[in-house]
Nanobody, 130 residues
Framework: QVQVVESGGGLVQPGGSLRLSCLVS????????IGWFRQAPGKEREGMSC????????LYTDSVKGRFIISRDNAKNTVYLEMNSLKPEDTAVYYC???????????????????????WGQGTQVTVSS
């Protein structure tokens, strides 16, 4: 049974940092690319970053490029998202998900399509506020 569990969210002041974790089970993490997504109230879920199965390839959307860093430790079945210089507009529920079989970490039109991913966790809330 595939499971994806996000953690590490919380309340942080603008300019602060958080590190999110995505712990997976039920499949071999090193065989799959993984993406991080977020959904703010009243908005559609959007992709922010993805990482190749080996960790050698990473992509970021413009909204987080230069501030967020994605990484993975396949031995620990965990993918991370380090978030720096946080802004109030980063407030959202953050999710990780597995790239559908045969697919790679990629973007189209500057976006990481939500429909390319499967097995979503329950998400972790990130609130950026003073």
């Amino acid at each position: 049974q595939v499971q994806v569990v996000e953690s590490g969210g919380g309340l942080v002041q603008p300019g602060g940092s958080l590190r999110l974790s995505c712990l997976v089970s039920g499949f071999t993490l090193e065989d799959y690319d993984i993406g991080w997504f977020r959904q703010a109230p009243g908005k559609e879920r959007e992709g922010m970053s993805c990482i190749s199965s080996s960790g050698a390839g990473t992509l970021y959307t413009d909204s987080v490029k230069g501030r967020f860093i994605i990484s993975r430790d396949n031995a620990k079945n965990t993918v991370y998202l380090e978030m720096n210089s946080l802004k109030p507009e980063d407030t959202a529920v953050y999710y990780c998900a597995r790239r559908k079989a045969g697919g790679q970490c990629a973007m189209i039109g500057g976006r990481i399509p939500v429909g390319w991913y499967e097995y979503w966790g329950q998400g972790t809330q990130v609130t950026v506020s003073s």
